[in-house]
Nanobody
Framework: VQLQASGGGLVQAGGSLRLSCAAS????????VTWFRQAPGKEREFVVG????????YSAESVKGRFTISKDNVKSIVYLQMNNLKPEDTAVYYC????????????????WGKGTLVTVSS
C-alpha cells in the first residue's frame, strides 16, 4: 500500500484544515488507518485513528472535539478534519496503515505516507 498525505498549510489559530490520505496499490478497506504528528524536537505521537470498516474512531485527548477522522473505502481516502486549530497543533502530520487492529504505537504500523506540514499561527 502506498500512502500520500496532503492538505497541510498555514492557518491562523481557530481556523480549520482538512488533510487527506490517499491509498493506492491494494484494497484500502482492509486497513486500520491512523494519523500521527511530530512537532520539532518531539516524538511522533498518535492523533486519531479509524477502523478498517470506518465504524470506529479513536482520538487523542488533546484533539477530541476538534479533529474528526473519516474513511471512504470506495475512493481509498482517509480524511482528517481539523477545526479550532491551536498553535500547539503545529507539526508534520503523517498517515499510516496497518492490517492489524487499531494501535497508537507508530512502530506497529506497516505503511507510512510522507508527512504534510501544518503550521498554526497565533
Amino acid at each position: 500500500v502506498q500512502l500520500q498525505a496532503s492538505g497541510g498549510g498555514l492557518v491562523q489559530a481557530g481556523g480549520s484544515l482538512r488533510l487527506s490520505c490517499a491509498a493506492s496499490g491494494r484494497t484500502f478497506n482492509s486497513y486500520t488507518v491512523t494519523w500521527f504528528r511530530q512537532a520539532p524536537g518531539k516524538e511522533r505521537e498518535f492523533v486519531v485513528g479509524i477502523s478498517w470498516s470506518g465504524g470506529s474512531t479513536y482520538s487523542a485527548e488533546s484533539v477530541k472535539g476538534r479533529f474528526t477522522i473519516s474513511k471512504d473505502n470506495v475512493k481509498s481516502i482517509v480524511y482528517l478534519q481539523m477545526n479550532n486549530l491551536k498553535p500547539e497543533d503545529t507539526a508534520v502530520y503523517y498517515c499510516a496503515a496497518t492490517i492489524r487492529g487499531f494501535t497508537t504505537t507508530p512502530q506497529v504500523m506497516n505503511y507510512w505516507g510522507k508527512g504534510t506540514l501544518v503550521t498554526v499561527s497565533s
